[in-house]
């Protein structure tokens, strides 16, 4: 019998089938057999008996910040939490020092992290009113992911704030495009909430659900008009949910997993303005109309829109404290907490952080546990129960808003392209991440 790199035997695998019982082998990074694999060898053998063998968790929206201040995250440390977490691969947003809007910064950035990177990568390259004309020829560039847009301002100085800039956007290109939902003049009239508030309690009352609305109601009009798919990230809002339940041809869905756990007022209470993010913490009303989504089919994929900002940057006083919570290492065990609890299947786990991301982005040969495809894993033990502790944190951030929180379900190990880069909350090896393949630029 054949001799392979990597044999994973007798796990609980999900594949396109379902759940199956078997073995699964790797061979020169992509998955050569699934099945019984009695007599194979391998220079690597996990056993996998009472463990889920999961198709790599990809998530959608990290801010590893390079480039960026040194002190900060950049790619080693921002992947290296990824995989920590059971994540196989990211897709890394371009508002940084400087942002990534240009060959130039985009390939900078591609050959400063191409070595450093310990799981699989697609970047981001940000619209800004000034590369408007060269959106179509960037968006192809290896490594790409597509187009970025900010309706609002967030972190960075990445803005498409009006009507008629947003539409050449949409114009320019082809892909799909990923947007940041909220509406800037409202953002702007109404800072002053938030100012006189000086509490992040004020959040979701500045930036707001017609705020949110507004931004994704102006964008679909105008992705219909220009025939162009957009991906709208961090939806927070019920009313942006039956709004986009009318344009699934066009548009995909993402949400964060802080959106499904954490609820207004109890998380600004409780965690100042660690809990602030754009868009922010809503509540309940919005979490629970969220999980339903989620149930229905409307969520495409959980993007964590990790976001490492240091203590004493959170500490500054509210609104001068920047928004964003780190999340890339806890996105697994938070949602498998979730599916152990009753709030979504396996299944539905698999299709959020694996299938979803790989059908709406067309990336080649990841998102599911099948022949030919990447030998990449994330293998969960369900019964696993433990808490989120900072000294288990990886980022340069160096918390979590869910430290203190008891987890059932746990990743055991990573797998990425049959090297095993996570084995019992171990880092093993070296950086080997790889750039993604995605349909639109199968030639490079
Ligand atoms: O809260 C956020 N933080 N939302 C964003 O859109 C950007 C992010 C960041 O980069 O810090």
Redesign the pocket.
């Known amino acids: 019998m054949a001799t392979f790199d990597l044999l994973i035997r007798d796990g609980t695998l999900l594949t396109t089938s379902g759940e199956e019982r078997a073995d699964v082998a790797v061979l020169d990074g992509r998955i050569a057999m699934i099945g019984s694999l009695g007599r194979a060898g391998a220079a690597t053998t996990i056993e996998a008996r009472g463990l889920y063998v999961l198709p790599g968790v990809i998530d959608t929206q990290v801010?590893f910040?390079e480039p960026g201040l040194t002190h900060k995250e950049d790619f080693e440390s921002g992947t290296r939490a990824a995989i920590k977490g059971g994540v196989t691969a990211v897709f890394d947003?371009p508002?940084t020092k400087p942002a990534i809007v240009d060959e130039a910064t985009f390939e900078d950035k591609f050959r400063a992290i191409r070595t450093r990177s310990w799981c699989d990568f697609g970047l981001y390259v940000g619209a800004s009113p000034a590369n408007v004309e060269r959106l179509e020829a960037l968006e192809l560039m290896p490594a790409c992911a597509g187009v970025k847009i900010?309706m609002g301002s967030?972190?960075?100085d990445l803005l498409i704030p009006d009507d008629e800039t947003l539409k050449k956007v949409l114009f320019a290109g082809r892909r799909r495009v990923a947007v940041?939902c909220e509406d800037e003049p409202r953002l702007k009239a109404r800072r002053p909430i938030a100012e006189k508030a000086g509490q992040p309690s004020a959040h979701p009352e500045w930036r707001d659900e017609q705020t949110a609305f507004e931004a994704t109601s102006r964008l679909l009009a105008l992705a219909r008009l220009a025939g162009r798919r957009v991906h709208v990230?961090?939806v927070t809002t019920g009313q942006e949910m039956d709004l986009l339940a009318g344009h699934r041809d066009i548009a995909t869905i993402e949400v964060t997993p802080q959106h499904l756990t954490l609820a207004a007022p109890e998380c600004y209470e409780r965690l100042g303005t660690r809990a602030?993010?754009?868009?922010p913490i809503r509540g309940l009303i919005h979490q629970e109309r969220l999980w339903r989504a989620v149930a229905d089919g409307l969520v495409d994929m959980i993007g964590s829109?990790h976001?490492?900002?240091l203590p004493e940057e959170k500490a500054r006083r509210y609104p001068d404290s920047?928004?964003?919570?780190p999340g890339v290492q806890t996105l697994v065990p938070i949602m498998l907490d979730h599916v152990n609890a009753g709030r979504l299947s396996l299944r539905r786990f698999v299709d959020l952080t694996s299938a979803g991301p790989a059908r709406a982005f067309g990336i080649a040969r990841k998102g599911a546990v099948a022949v030919g495809y990447d030998g990449d894993f994330t293998i969960v033990d369900m019964a696993a129960k433990r808490t989120i502790v900072a000294s288990w944190l990886v980022s340069k951030c160096g918390w979590s808003p869910f430290e203190g929180r008891a987890v059932t379900g746990w990743p055991v190990a990573t797998i990425v392209r049959g090297r095993v880069v996570m084995l019992q909350g171990e880092v093993i090896g070296e950086p080997a991440g790889s750039r993604l393949r995605f349909a639109e630029a199968l030639n490079l």
């Open positions: 801010h910040r947003m508002n900010f967030s972190t960075g940041h990230l961090h602030q993010m754009n868009p829109d976001a490492p900002h920047p928004s964003g919570m």
